[in-house]
């Protein structure tokens, strides 16, 4: 009997840490990599540590002319403007809002230099939706992301 009980408080435990594991190992199904529409970029989205959504450049289709990394020339700010864009943090501050949602973030363009307001909707498991706005919603735009390796 006291056999019994041991094996069960193993397994209870084991069970225990099993479970705990998968809660914290589950990743969220916008983290990952993705393309952008044009295909020009792949972008990875994590959760940081405060809860929060990011995306950075992790890969770029062409180096500019001169074989040498693109930089970051469009930035308003005239200081950011040699920062390489390969690393290039574009995502900030996402908040999961709903099932499929996130929201409260910002999405930066290196093509124009500019900063949106931005909203995510996970359409399914291969397609991301990104909106870009000034503003409300309404005033912006959509593109299409696919999830990449």
């Known amino acids: ?12 435990v084991a069970l225990l840490f099993a479970t705990v594991h998968f809660a914290f190992a589950q990743k969220d199904k916008i983290e ?22 990011y995306g950075k450049i992790v890969w770029l289709k062409e180096p500019d002319r001169n074989g040498k990394p693109k930089l970051d020339i469009n930035n308003q700010k ?24 996130y929201e409260d973030g910002t999405i930066y363009d290196p093509k124009n230099g500019k900063t949106y307001s ?19 919603s309404m005033l912006g735009r959509t593109t299409k992301w696919t999830r990449s390796q």
């Open 1 to 12: 009997m006291l056999k019994k009980i041991a094996a069960f408080s193993v397994f209870t």
């Open 32 to 53: 990952g990599f993705w393309l952008n529409q044009e295909k020009e970029a792949k972008v990875e989205v994590y959760k940081a540590k405060n809860g929060k959504f």
């Open 78 to 101: 005239e200081n950011l403007r040699t920062q390489p864009i390969m690393g290039l943090l574009i995502l900030k501050g996402f908040n999961k809002a709903g099932e499929n949602t």
């Open 118 to 136: 931005c909203k995510m909707t996970w359409e399914d498991a291969n397609n991301l939706s990104i909106r870009g706005y000034v503003g409300i």
